[in-house]
Structures are given as structure tokens and as C-alpha cells.
């Protein structure tokens, strides 16, 4: 079946608010269907959807922990059915590892447990769900990645929450190089500072948005938006020579 249909499919995990819901939106742009995940937020979750829909364009959301590695296989089957039900496809060709969340402390004050909560959904997830969904990502599809601009320049209260980003950096090249066989290109893309209701809003106030502005390039706060069409360029054909990359997307913050 797989060979049948080539409308473009994109996963998305996190796809119901922020930089998730942005993405999708901006490959729904460019002529992608959609799969998003939602963790709670069925109801956001079905608003993106219907957006997708009002745009033309295909989207279907399941809900998904991305830190509970056990139901990974049985995520993978549910989306074997939606592609095979809604699609006629056996394989999708877009996987992008957006789901998310921070956890603001010191590195004297960070806890063992706020450390565990970060490595199930940035790092262990990541790994986890990107290897059980590899029978059913395309060849010659894409893999982004979503990092951090933290990895680069230091804001103090994100040292683990950076750590794990750092790492699926590094995680991102070993990908790279081992699916470039299959024709999978591998790259992440490290958002600087958005205003979005990331880490509960603190970025979203117009006096943070001056103070960001004030720190990029660019001379404005960041958006999501910002980031959608940075994805949405990364995995189209314009893109296809690139692989193994971190992609800043910042403005040009802290230079």
C-alpha cells in the first residue's frame, strides 16, 4: 500500500499547543497531512485538527505519553491502522519529536525526580519512540529533532532541561548516519526563546517579549510560527541534501 498514495504524511508529537500545533500548521501549508499526539489536551488537540481541515489537508490525533516507553508498540499499531484507514498507506514520511515541557531550577536545586521527569519525555522518549517507529517512517522521509537554543548559550535554571537537549544533539548525527542508507535524513532544530506558554507562560508578557527582542539579531521576540516554517522547510525536497545538522532558529539570539 505504501507506494499507492504519495500524498505527504508528517507525525508530530505534541502537536496540540505551542510550537507542536505551529508546526503542524505549517506543513498543513505546504500540502502535508498530519498526525499529531496529544499527552491531555484531547480538546486542543481536535481544534488543530480542525484547522488542518479548514486548510484542506488531512490530520487525525491520537493521544500519546511520550514518556511511557511500554506504550510505544501499541501507539505504533494504532498508527499503522490510521494510515491504512485514512491514507491507504502503510508508512508516513515526516517524524518530528516536538512534545515537550521545562522544569525551571538552579543546578543546586534541581531534583533527582524533576531530572527523571526530563529524560523520560526529552532524551529516553525520543530514542525510544523514533526506533519503534521506524518499520513505519518511509524511505527517503525525515526526522526532526527539537533541541534548544540552551545548548549554545546558558540561561541559568535550565541545566538539565539543556543537558537533555544536548544530548539529542548528539543523538541526532548517530541517526543521521545510521538511516542515511534508507535515504532518512536526521537533523535538529534549536527554537531560541518563544513566546509561547512554554514553562507556563513566562516568555509571553510584552515585558519579556521587549527583553527578547532586545537580545536578538532580529530585534524581535520570537514565535511560533517562527519555528513551523523553519520544520516545514527542513523536511521538504528544498531540504534534501541536508542531514546531521542543528539548525539554530533564534534571530540571531545572543550573539
Not at 522518549?125 to 523514533?130: A, E, I, Q, R, S
Request: charged share 20%.
Amino acid at each position: 500500500m505504501g507506494t499507492v498514495n504519495n500524498q505527504k504524511i508528517a507525525l508530530i508529537t505534541g502537536g496540540n499547543r505551542g510550537l507542536g500545533r505551529a508546526d503542524v500548521l505549517a506543513l498543513a501549508a505546504i500540502g502535508v497531512d498530519v498526525i499529531l499526539t496529544y499527552r491531555r489536551g484531547k480538546s486542543e488537540a481536535e481544534q488543530v485538527v480542525a484547522e488542518v481541515e479548514a486548510r484542506g489537508r488531512k490530520a487525525v490525533a491520537l493521544q500519546l505519553d511520550t514518556s511511557v516507553v511500554s506504550e510505544f508498540a501499541s501507539f505504533a499499531d494504532r498508527t499503522r491502522h490510521v494510515l491504512a484507514s485514512t491514507w491507504d498507506r502503510d508508512t508516513f514520511d515526516f517524524l518530528v519529536n516536538n512534545a515537550g515541557f521545562a522544569h525551571i531550577a538552579s543546578f543546586e536545586e534541581t531534583t533527582e525526580e524533576q531530572f527523571d521527569d526530563l529524560v523520560g519525555v526529552h532524551l529516553k522518549g525520543v530514542f525510544f519512540l523514533t526506533q519503534t517507529l521506524l518499520p513505519l517512517i518511509a524511505d527517503g522521509g525525515s526526522i526532526v529533532n527539537c533541541s534548544t537554543g540552551l545548548t549554545r548559550f546558558v540561561v541559568p535554571g535550565s541545566a538539565a532541561y539543556a543537558a537533555m537537549k544536548g544530548a539529542v544533539e548528539i543523538l541526532t548525527k548517530y541517526q543521521a548516519k545510521e538511516l542515511g542508507a534508507r535515504g532518512i535524513r536526521v537533523n535538529s532544530v534549536a527554537p531560541g526563546p518563544i513566546a509561547t506558554d512554554f514553562a507556563g507562560g513566562i516568555m509571553k508578557s510584552d515585558e519579556a517579549r521587549s527583553f527578547l527582542g532586545s537580545q536578538a539579531a532580529l530585534r524581535r521576540a520570537g514565535e511560533a510560527e517562527d519555528i513551523g516554517g523553519a520544520i516545514a522547510s527542513l523536511v521538504s525536497d528544498a531540504s534534501r541534501w541536508i542531514t546531521a545538522q542543528r539548525i539554530e532558529v533564534s534571530g540571531g539570539a545572543n550573539l
